[in-house]
């Protein structure tokens, strides 16, 4: 008797035990946030990328199923540090300040911060682009008031006495005022079109003298509006910064290094956002990390954007566990056989196409 109720026993306290640990190895649930080309949803609404493959190996290698759940930056770091996630996985950087509140892997990928700029290398699609852009336009559509207001004003007066040059239906000697304003201002003087009576030849005589200030101020105009676009704000290293307007992500490293040296940052929910914010002109430059930067600007997530050619603040991507987590261990021996895998090669290549 005493013998069956210890078979019983160690019976019922095999199935309690086992049946939460089973419970709690089956899933690996990974905080993650949009960050391409590490993290990244498809076209079906799947995760994918360089951080996301990672997971899934190591998770493969323990025999469990890695589940992402989407979260903002800080929430993210908050939910590893609370345990309420096994880790996390993004693009997600190794510090100091971190590590007081959690623990890192082995680090996976060397990365590092970087400016991306408005492209000031020109083309023909983009100068044509400025020809036709608002700005452009609307000092084209001032100056063009201004020549009809004064040929308005000869055709006025010299519509009776002058019907050679500014007769016709009010359409055709208005058309001629305009044309005849126009080659006053240009000082072309063909001399077909001019003004005999006095009213006329005054109207004549203050647009000249208007006409030196109206092609100054336009010329000023027209050189601002083509120009200043393709500039890039003269951008080209750290101390350019200064006075100028960044875009950032709240609570990144590149936020942290862009407070360290007091340099104000507008913060955005994504990258891309700030990428699109300065093809718009409204930021003079993105400060993120590098690879991010460069796989956005060639997959197209904005256009005439570069990243200038140097790099700064070395840095090293890590997957983040729960402070004094027992599978750190674990992680980093199988993060260690993948990254060392001619299948982690090719799936670099896949997604950074280095090797």
């Not at 590490?38 to 995760?47: D, P, R, S, V, Y």
């Not at 990365?111 to 023909?124: C, H, K, P, Q, Y």
């Not at 290094?257 to 929910?269: A, V």
């Amino acid at each position: 008797m005493p013998s069956a109720r210890i078979l019983l026993l160690a019976i019922l306290t095999a199935i309690l035990s086992f049946a939460p640990a089973s419970a709690a190895t089956d899933e690996l649930r990974v905080a993650t946030k949009q960050t391409p080309p590490f993290a990244m949803l498809n076209a079906e609404g799947e995760w994918e990328g360089l951080s996301v493959e990672l997971v899934r190996s190591i998770a493969e290698k323990e025999g469990r199923k890695a589940v992402f759940v989407p979260m903002g930056l800080e929430e993210m770091l908050r939910a590893v540090s609370d345990g309420k996630v096994d880790m996390a996985a993004a693009a997600l950087t190794m510090t100091a300040e971190r590590e007081m509140m959690l623990d890192f892997s082995h680090p996976y990928f060397r990365s590092g911060l970087a400016i991306a700029v408005r492209d000031t290398r020109e083309g023909w699609d983009r100068a044509i682009q400025r020809l036709f852009s608002p700005a452009f336009l609307r000092v084209l559509g001032g100056l063009s008031l201004l020549l009809l207001l004064s040929g308005l004003l000869v055709w006025f007066f010299e519509r009776r006495k002058n019907p050679e040059h500014f007769g016709g239906t009010p359409a055709e000697g208005i058309g001629s005022g305009f044309w005849w304003a126009a080659v006053t201002m240009t000082t072309v003087g063909y001399g077909d079109k001019a003004p005999k009576t006095a009213p006329g030849r005054l109207v004549g005589l203050v647009w000249m003298f208007m006409s030196l200030i109206v092609v100054s101020g336009f010329t000023a105009a027209i050189t601002t509006t083509l120009t200043v676009g393709s500039l890039g704000g003269g951008i080209e290293k750290v101390d350019d910064l200064y006075g100028k307007r960044v875009g950032t992500i709240r609570a990144s490293t590149s936020s942290s290094f862009l407070e360290e040296l007091s340099i104000r940052g507008e913060y955005f929910q994504t990258v891309g956002e700030a990428l699109q914010a300065l093809e718009r002109g409204k930021i003079d430059a993105v400060v993120y990390d590098e690879p991010v930067l460069r796989y956005l600007i060639t997959t197209g997530a904005a256009h005439g954007v570069r990243v200038v050619d140097r790099s700064f603040r070395t840095s090293y991507y890590a997957l983040a566990l729960p402070p004094g987590s027992p599978e750190t261990e674990q992680v980093n021996r199988d993060l260690l056989e993948v990254v060392g895998s001619d299948a982690w090669k090719e799936i670099r290549f896949r997604y950074l196409h280095d090797e």
